[in-house]
Each structure stands twice: as structure tokens, then as C-alpha cells.
T-cell receptor, first 114, second 117 residues
Framework: GENVEQHPSTLSVQEGDSAVIKCTYS??????FPWYKQELGKRPQLIID?????GEKKDQRIAVTLNKTAKHFSLHITETQPEDSAVYFC?????????????FGQGTTLQVKP | GAVVSQHPSWVICKSGTSVKIECRSL??????MFWYRQFPKQSLMLMAT?????????EQGVEKDKFLINHASLTLSTLTVTSAHPEDSSFYIC?????????????FGPGTRLTVL
């Protein structure tokens, strides 16, 4: 079945450094790739998303890249701040995005040390 | 922005009882809502797709007779955990997609922490 692999499971960086989280997906029909940030006990919050017709998208300190051929997509956070510490999940649409269904990666716990 | 609420935020119940969790879209109508389960330090696992006016679609391995889903209106879906057992203790989160978004962006509720004693 469909699968999304996310690495690393934990990531610790110094404040100001960059953080990169990578995901691979198995369903070649997937065409929508969101990234969510979840703080402990809270709801996931969308931080950025990308569709398959775009290779890269940037929003201030956050960027996402997509390589459809390799079925890879990555989250890049620059100039990290302590408040970036959280669990980050990538996701991919199951098949085309018409159903709205998503499959999530395993999550990455990001710790930004002051 | 689109707001999704859940009630209750947490519940503790005895083994064998049933618990109902409500998911509401506050400022939009949602023909489709999703129910997820999240165990500690794990990812979100899709349980089912809740369809307004029709039966829910359950993911493989999810018992539909145990996790009853009702989507009676365009703003409310309910998940009832029947005959709950300690292994059902988890964080249950719903989400919905505003029909106007055109982006398939899912908005999540705040989650319900279920503890079964």
C-alpha cells in the first residue's frame, strides 16, 4: 500500500542553524504534499504545502522542495529559533488529491537549542 | 480562517463504556471530515473518512462496529468508541477540508485525549 517514510526521527540543531527533514513517498499518483507542525498535546498546524506541478516553494524561513521523479520532498527551515522546536510531519495525498485523504510520515522531533 | 472544534478535549472512562467525540466545523460546511488516532510519540493514523449523509469509509484494520461514525449534518461528525478498552486510549483528532479552499488543505481539530481505565 501507500507509504511515506520520514527522516530523521529526531533532529537537534543550534539556534540559527538550518534544519532539513526529508520524506519519500510510494504512490506515484500523489500530487499534494503538506507539512505540519505539532506541538505537544496540540493540533497539527499546516506550515507549508506544495503541489506536484511545482518544484520548490518558499515562505520566509521555510521552504519545501519536491522531486517527483525520485518521489522525494524535503522541508528546509533556515535561521532556526527555539520556538521552531516541535514535531514535524510530512504527508502525501493518497492517489490524486480528489479524496482529500493524506498519509503521514512518522514525524521528526526537532529541538532547537538556544 | 477555517476553524474546527472538538468536544470533549479529554475524557476518562471505565472499560466497557462508550464514549462519543464531536467534531464541528465552525465557519464552513464540510461534506467530508477525517478521523485520526495518534498514540504517544507516533504519527497520525487515518481511521476513517466521514461523509455527510452517507456511511463512513474505514481504513483497513479499523473496526467499523467499534468506532461508529455519524455525519448527520454539514458541520458535525461524531465518533463513538464503543465498549472502550485500555488499548483504545489515545489522542483522537478530526480534520475537515473547506470546500472553497481548492487546495485540499486539512484543518485539524484540537484533539480529544481518551483514557480508558
Amino acid at each position: 500500500g501507500e507509504n511515506v517514510e520520514q527522516h530523521p526521527s529526531t533532529l537537534s540543531v543550534q539556534e540559527g542553524d538550518s534544519a532539513v527533514i526529508k520524506c519519500t513517498y510510494s504512490d506515484s499518483a500523489s500530487n499534494y504534499f503538506p507539512w505540519y507542525k505539532q506541538e505537544l498535546g496540540k493540533r497539527p498546524q499546516l506550515i507549508i504545502d506544495i503541489r506536484s506541478n511545482v518544484g520548490e516553494k518558499k515562505d520566509q524561513r521555510i521552504a519545501v522542495t519536491l522531486n517527483k521523479t525520485a518521489k522525494h520532498f524535503s522541508l528546509h527551515i533556515t535561521e532556526t529559533q527555539p520556538e521552531d522546536s516541535a514535531v514535524y510531519f510530512c504527508a502525501a495525498s493518497i492517489g490524486s488529491s480528489n479524496t482529500g485523504k493524506l498519509i503521514f510520515g512518522q514525524g521528526t522531533t526537532l529541538q532547537v537549542k538556544p | 480562517g477555517a476553524v474546527v472544534s472538538q468536544h470533549p478535549s479529554w475524557v476518562i472512562c471505565k472499560s466497557g463504556t462508550s464514549v462519543k467525540i464531536e467534531c464541528r466545523s465552525l465557519d464552513f460546511q464540510a461534506t467530508t471530515m477525517f478521523w485520526y488516532r495518534q498514540f504517544p510519540k507516533q504519527s497520525l493514523m487515518l481511521m476513517a473518512t466521514s461523509n455527510e449523509g452517507s456511511k463512513a469509509t474505514y481504513e483497513q484494520g479499523v473496526e467499523k462496529d467499534k468506532f461508529l461514525i455519524n455525519h448527520a449534518s454539514l458541520t458535525l461528525s461524531t465518533l463513538t468508541v464503543t465498549s472502550a478498552h485500555p488499548e483504545d486510549s489515545s489522542f483522537y483528532i478530526c480534520s475537515a477540508i473547506p470546500p472553497s479552499s481548492g487546495r485540499n488543505e486539512q484543518f485539524f481539530g484540537p484533539g480529544t485525549r481518551l483514557t480508558v481505565l
